[in-house]
């Protein structure tokens, strides 16, 4: 194993933050798998699994069975995580730009398509090399002006190349489940059955530029791009990525993170990443795969106490009761139902909500949502 420390740009004098990252097996070897953890820091799961993950990895690189490369972010925002206002952790959103540390990040085909467009010719893994070399350059002569732009550059500096990246994350309150675009699924699918999801969003692009889809997006853009204008140049999907919601922010306990570990363990050996017999052996699938655009999000009609009627993981038809906001004031209680068949897949942690806010997601098998279909 090789550590590696990489400086991100100093916000303030006498302040620097570093990223830092973990590299087992050999380096250009293939399939390389970068894996990152708790990119919005407070979402704590991913961190101790990957502490577990990376237990794993090094008896496994002194066995000798690393084939491919694999890059372990164990803290993939250091900035976040050192934010606190109150004594609350405030790790989703830089304070001093409001924007999502998950968000924003560059469309990377629109990047590099004047330099490739006229590269690509008949060879499809000549191809994806090229596209890959394209990409590198473009973060090369990136200069990030701020400590967030930098940070944005270093883990996609680290992932740019990847076969299959893995950004692990969890919500407030919730069940294991999984997002990933539609191109990655087939890819995937193996994924989910070895960590037990109970809900899968996929969509083919759900808006705002998430790292995972930053990185998977630019294979089918460019080849989006490269039949608009004609161009028959086979260009492969060259990178499968996802993000792993490790059910709530509560869920940090040793058993769930060795369990999540050894799941990933086990896919990383299925990919051929990890060597070793025998192979595992695939679970059988807790759920099918739904379209994001078809998860319903319900919201407060009203402010008040919140008492949850469903818990996560639970089946519901259109019209169940999900909550009541109670208002002791005006002794109103006000019902929010399902407007969708599925699973409510999460829910929030706080038990008082203003009007409008956001109360949990039901993954519904029907879409009907269009344009961006993520949250804040």
Not at 71 to 97: C, S, W, Y
Not at 203 to 216: F, K, Q, Y
Not at 305 to 315: I, K, M, S
Not at 336 to 341: F, I, L, N, S
Request: glycine fraction near 8%; hydrophobic fraction near 45%; charge should be negative.
């Amino acid at each position: 194993m090789q550590r590696k420390d990489h400086l991100l740009l100093s916000p303030s004098l006498g302040s620097q933050k570093t990223l830092t990252s973990f590299h087992f097996g050999t380096p250009g070897h293939a399939p390389k798998v970068f894996i990152q953890a708790s990119l919005h820091a407070e979402e704590l799961p991913g961190m101790l699994v990957a502490h577990h993950l990376r237990a794993l990895l090094e008896v496994a690189e002194a066995a000798g069975m690393i084939d491919g490369e694999v890059i372990l972010v164990p803290v993939a925002n250091p900035i976040g995580l050192a934010q606190r206002v109150d004594h609350k952790a405030m790790g989703r959103f830089e304070l001093a730009t409001s924007e999502n540390f998950n968000r924003h990040y560059p469309d990377l085909a629109k990047a590099v398509w004047p330099t490739v467009k006229g590269a690509l010719g008949a060879n499809p893994r000549t191809n994806v090399a090229i596209v890959r070399k394209a990409v590198g350059t473009y973060l090369d002569e990136w200069k990030p002006s701020s400590e967030l732009q930098s940070l944005r550059r270093s883990l996609l500096m680290l992932a740019h190349d990847a076969d299959y990246m893995l950004d692990l994350h969890c919500d407030c309150e919730a069940v294991m489940h999984f997002y990933t675009e539609e191109p990655c699924w087939p890819q995937l699918e193996p994924l989910t059955r070895f960590l037990q999801c109970k809900a899968i969003l996929l969509a083919r692009n759900s808006g705002s530029g998430p790292i995972d889809e930053c990185l998977s997006g630019v294979w089918w853009r460019l080849a989006d791009m490269l039949g608009a204008d004609g161009n028959r140049s086979p260009l492969p999907q060259g990178c499968y990525s996802n993000t792993i919601e490790l059910r709530g922010e509560a869920d940090v306990s040793h058993t769930l993170a060795q369990q999540d570990a050894g799941a990933i363990f086990a896919y990383l050996q299925f990919i051929n990443v990890v060597g070793g017999s025998p192979i595992p052996q695939l679970p059988l699938a807790l759920c099918q795969a739904t379209p994001l655009a078809g998860s319903q999000t319900l919201h407060a009609p009203a402010s008040g106490v919140v008492v949850f009627a469903a818990d996560v993981g639970q089946a519901l038809a259109a019209g169940d009761l999900v909550a009541e906001i109670i208002d002791p004031i005006a002794n109103e209680i006000h019902q929010v139902v399902a407007g969708v068949q599925g699973i409510l897949y999460a829910r929030i942690r706080d038990r008082f909500a203003m009007a409008g806010a956001e109360l949990g997601k039901i993954a519904g098998p029907l879409a009907f949502r269009t344009g961006e279909l993520l949250g804040a």
